[in-house]
């Protein structure tokens, strides 16, 4: 086999399947793209993806906590739901269950909640 034929047999056609087939392609000025730009953020999309939405007519809500809150918030419900594993495990394993940790608990709980108001 050749040198030719060796390369043509190793190049093999990949072609990607794709849901949306189709491509859309426009242009916008620069305080346009600013604005799709913050509204995206705001969102916590890429831009594209918002101004796909919005030409499919999706209605969208912006998110009532930062990014970074709820971040936070979802930690500390983590650690929370791990606490709460453990006094479940202790409890089935036949063990008494502080009942100050359960308020302690349910304290933590109350006080992520109030982030959420």
């Given amino acids: 086999m050749n040198e030719r034929q060796n390369l043509a047999s190793t190049k093999k056609t990949t072609q990607v399947h794709r849901q ?7 242009r916008v000025s620069e305080p346009d793209y600013l604005k799709l730009a913050r509204s995206a953020q705001t969102l916590n999309m890429s831009v594209p993806a918002f101004v796909k939405k919005k030409a499919q007519g999706a209605r969208l809500v912006a998110p ?7 971040q936070n918030i979802t930690h500390q419900l ?5 606490n709460l594993n453990q006094l479940a495990h202790h409890a089935n394993q036949g063990g008494q269950v502080d009942p100050q940790a359960l308020r302690d608990l349910q304290n933590e709980v109350q006080r992520v909640w109030q982030q959420l108001i």
């Fill in 20 to 26: 949306a087939s189709k491509q859309i392609n426009f």
């Fill in 64 to 70: 009532k906590i930062a990014a970074q809150d709820a």
């Fill in 78 to 82: 983590a650690k929370i739901g791990g």
